[in-house]
Each structure stands twice: as structure tokens, then as C-alpha cells.
């Protein structure tokens, strides 16, 4: 070649996060008379309000001194990490772990990166939920396997539509995936539903990918129930991570939970595993050495705390929302979030989420996602994890905005 000429792969071009194209277009004025307020990082550590325990940063200091964890673990973790989350997450009879049937991985993020690498080959397609996650589409994308989405119906707690998911499925589908708790949603499945899930894909042979990041945070009157609980049919990948429950989303620690069934995962899909998680070394290795005691002596203390912070949140965002009118909440049930609908009939120049959320931010410096983000158009998601305070003021420039706006 004569001359410098420079292109970028076709991965990367396929590659992309759906939520920063889309921020992008919302512009924060950093002249504003108001102080500005997002309501839209999932990270529930930048407002201060919510922090890891002091036991966990005792354990990471303690391992450190021992200079014993500064090398390369097994690219899959550690057999004591590996064993620290089977003893957490085994379901005795019911859905029994060993060491063996874990993986770790950079943040659950990473593990979801295995699943999908693991199950889906380009050209087959996946079952994803809408409202959901949008890592979930930049992954299957990048590799090229086709996105199917189903359905979640608001009215019904965001429970999947199954006619909807039984509908999408043929011979080239790879597999399911399921997220509960729900980010964006703040949904929690009853027993029951989670059990329909699963016998639509029985049905079909399909496994199950659970991201179960958000496992056990959920308010009063909800249970969590780790999907491999409800099944001696279906194969699950369930994933997870330190980033939600232990509030530490940047020590990139996650994990698979590998809940065969049938033997079904056991002639191909465990080496794949392994294959795939040997490629790079993902997990951290001095948290590997403080897993043990992050995973089994965090006092229950911390986790309730949590809750209720959380939950005192949600309570107070719904008190205030459903009282804009204009705007629809979806009761949350867990997790850090929560839906509100907007009915773009009663706005005299807004017509559409992206349009609502960079109104909002130009004239209140409230920045909230719009729905588009988790190709769900006419919501906005909320994160309700800043301090009550200044959700309490969000609401308020919430409320005099819409009905500045109103017909
Ligand atoms: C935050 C989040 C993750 C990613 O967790 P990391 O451990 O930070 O990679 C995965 N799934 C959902 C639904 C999440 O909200």
C-alpha cells in the first residue's frame, strides 16, 4: 500500500453500547442554575448513600498482606473462590453445586460474555427481554446471532408475555435468556411464572441463561427463587457477581453457576466453558482471596440495610410520580430501579421518551434514561438509589416540568 489507510474490523464496528449512543443525545449544561441530579448511572456507589461493608475491605487488606494472591489463579478462579460460592449458592437436592460447576469471570458482564460465546453461534438466534439489559443485544450482536426479543407486560408486573416467547422460537434458536430481579424492570417473578418460564423451554430443549445479579434484593411481601430451584428439566447458566449485593460493581468480580440437567451441558458446553474463560484471565485475584469471607461473613445486617434503603426509595418514587400527571409508575418489587410510563397524549411537545429525557435535562438538570435505551420507547427508567433527598427534589423539578409541558 501506498499510503496509510487504517480501517476498523467489522467486530468493532458491530460493537457498540446502545445506551451511550443515546446519552450522548442528552446534553448536561454544566452552566445550569440548578444542581444537576442523574437519576441514570446503575452504579449504586456515586451518591455516597450506599457503601461496601467495612468486613469486606478488612478482608481484601488482610489478603493483600499476605502477599499470596498477586499471581495468575486458574483462569476460571480459584478452587477456594470456586468453593466459597458453590457452599453460598448450593441448593442441597435441589440444585446441589461443587467448586466444579462455577466459574468465575470479570463482573457478571463477563460472565454473560462466556454464556453467550458458549451457547450461540452466528446465524442462530437468541430470546431476549424487552424491556431489558442492553448488554444482552451488544453481545449477541457483536457475534453476529440474531436478536429475538419477548415481551414483558407492564400491567402484569413485567411478567414475560409466553405466548409471545413460545412464538419466537425455531429450530435456529440457541437459547433464553432470563433476568430476574429486572434491571430496567424492578421486577420480581413469583414461583409460579418463573416455572411457566421453564416449561416453555423444556418444551422446546432450549437452556436457560439467569442473570440473577440482583438475587435476594428485593422488598417486603417478594421472594427471590433462583431459577435452577424450580427445575430437574431444563440446564441453566445462572449469573451473578459481587457488582449489586455487595455494592462493589468495580471489582469486576462475577460468576457461572453451571446447573446441568440431563447431563446436557456435560458433552460440550462445561470445555467450552472453560475454553472460553482461558482465553483471558478476567477475575481479580486478590478479591478471589477475600471471597470467603465477603460471600459468608458480610453480617445480615448490611444486606438488610440495603434494603430497606432501597425499598424506602421505591416507596417514596412512587408516592411521588403517580402523582404527576402524565406519568405512570411501575410499582417495583426489588432490585435498584424503577419503570414509569409516559402518556405522550397529555404533553403538548414531547413525543417521545428520547425528547422527554432531554427536555428534562435542558430545563431541570434531571438526567434519566429513556426507554430506548432497553428498546422499550414511552418509559423513562429511574434509579433509585441517590440519597432520598435528592430523589425527593428530582420529583419535585419532575412535577413542574411536566406541567409546564402539559396540553
Ligand atoms: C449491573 C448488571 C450486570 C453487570 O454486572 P457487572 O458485575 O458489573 O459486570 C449484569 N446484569 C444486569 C442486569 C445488571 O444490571
Given at each position: 500500500m501506498s499510503e496509510w489507510n487504517i480501517k476498523a474490523s467489522n467486530i468493532s464496528k458491530r460493537a457498540h453500547n446502545p445506551i451511550r449512543q443515546i446519552v450522548d443525545k442528552l446534553k448536561v449544561d454544566p452552566n445550569a442554575q440548578k444542581s444537576f441530579i442523574s437519576l441514570s448511572v446503575g452504579d449504586p456507589t456515586v451518591f455516597g448513600n450506599f457503601n461496601v461493608h467495612e468486613s469486606a475491605n478488612e478482608a481484601i487488606k488482610r489478603q493483600l498482606d499476605t502477599f499470596k494472591h498477586n499471581?495468575?489463579?486458574?483462569?476460571?478462579?480459584?478452587?477456594?473462590?470456586?468453593?466459597?460460592?458453590?457452599?453460598?449458592?448450593?441448593?442441597?437436592?435441589?440444585?446441589?453445586?461443587?467448586?466444579?460447576?462455577?466459574?468465575?469471570?470479570?463482573?457478571?458482564?463477563?460472565?454473560?460474555d462466556i454464556c453467550v460465546n458458549v451457547l450461540c453461534n452466528p446465524g442462530q438466534n437468541i430470546l431476549l427481554p424487552r424491556p431489558g439489559f442492553s448488554l444482552y443485544?451488544?453481545?449477541?450482536?457483536?457475534?453476529?446471532?440474531?436478536?429475538?426479543?419477548?415481551?414483558?407486560?407492564?400491567?402484569?408486573?413485567w411478567q414475560v408475555d409466553l405466548k409471545h416467547l413460545e412464538s419466537l422460537i425455531d429450530d435456529k434458536t440457541a437459547c433464553i435468556l432470563v433476568n430476574n430481579p429486572s434491571n430496567p424492570c424492578g421486577s420480581v417473578y413469583p414461583k409460579e411464572h418463573l416455572e411457566a418460564i421453564l416449561d416453555v423451554a423444556a418444551k422446546h430443549h432450549l437452556p436457560i441463561i439467569a442473570d440473577?445479579?440482583?438475587?435476594?434484593?428485593?422488598?417486603?411481601?417478594?421472594?427471590?427463587?433462583?431459577?435452577?430451584?424450580?427445575?430437574?428439566?431444563?440446564?441453566?447458566?445462572?449469573?451473578?457477581?459481587?457488582?449489586?449485593?455487595?455494592?462493589?460493581?468495580?471489582?469486576?468480580?462475577?460468576?457461572?453457576?453451571?446447573?446441568?440437567?440431563?447431563?446436557?451441558?456435560?458433552?460440550?458446553?462445561?470445555?467450552?466453558?472453560?475454553?472460553?474463560?482461558?482465553?483471558?484471565?478476567?477475575?481479580?485475584s486478590v478479591v478471589q482471596g477475600a471471597l470467603d469471607d465477603i460471600l459468608h461473613r458480610t453480617p445480615q445486617s448490611f444486606y438488610e440495610e440495603t434494603i430497606s434503603q432501597l425499598e424506602h426509595n421505591a416507596k417514596l418514587g412512587i408516592d411521588a410520580v403517580s402523582k404527576i400527571d402524565g406519568l405512570t409508575p411501575v410499582t417495583p418489587q426489588g432490585a435498584m430501579y424503577?419503570?414509569?410510563?409516559?402518556?405522550?397524549?397529555?404533553?403538548?411537545?414531547?413525543?417521545?421518551?428520547?425528547?422527554?429525557?432531554?427536555?428534562?435535562?435542558?430545563?431541570?438538570?434531571?438526567?434519566?434514561?429513556?426507554?430506548?435505551?432497553?428498546?422499550?420507547?414511552?418509559?423513562?427508567?429511574?434509579?433509585?438509589?441517590?440519597?432520598?433527598?435528592s430523589l425527593q427534589e428530582a420529583y419535585e423539578r419532575m412535577a413542574e416540568f411536566c406541567a409546564r409541558h402539559r396540553k
Open positions: 499471581g495468575y489463579p486458574p483462569a476460571h478462579g480459584t478452587l477456594d473462590a470456586r468453593d466459597a460460592i458453590a457452599r453460598k449458592y448450593s441448593i442441597p437436592d435441589v440444585a446441589p453445586l461443587t467448586p466444579n460447576d462455577v466459574l468465575l469471570a470479570n463482573g457478571c458482564s463477563g460472565a454473560l443485544k451488544s453481545l449477541a450482536e457483536i457475534r453476529e446471532v440474531e436478536v429475538r426479543f419477548y415481551d414483558l407486560v407492564p400491567e402484569n408486573n440473577e445479579i440482583y438475587c435476594d434484593l428485593v422488598y417486603k411481601g417478594n421472594t427471590f427463587y433462583p431459577m435452577a430451584s424450580l427445575t430437574k428439566d431444563v440446564p441453566i447458566l445462572a449469573v451473578g457477581g459481587l457488582a449489586k449485593k455487595w455494592l462493589v460493581p468495580g471489582w469486576r468480580i462475577g460468576w457461572i453457576l453451571v446447573h446441568d440437567r440431563h447431563d446436557a451441558f456435560a458433552a460440550e458446553v462445561r470445555t467450552g466453558l472453560l475454553n472460553l474463560s482461558q482465553v483471558i484471565l478476567g477475575p481479580n424503577m419503570m414509569v410510563g409516559i402518556d405522550m397524549d397529555k404533553f403538548k411537545d414531547i413525543s417521545s421518551d428520547v425528547e422527554f429525557s432531554q427536555k428534562l435535562v435542558a430545563e431541570e438538570n434531571v438526567l434519566v434514561l429513556p426507554g430506548q435505551c432497553f428498546d422499550y420507547p414511552n418509559f423513562i427508567r429511574i434509579v433509585i438509589t441517590p440519597p432520598a433527598g
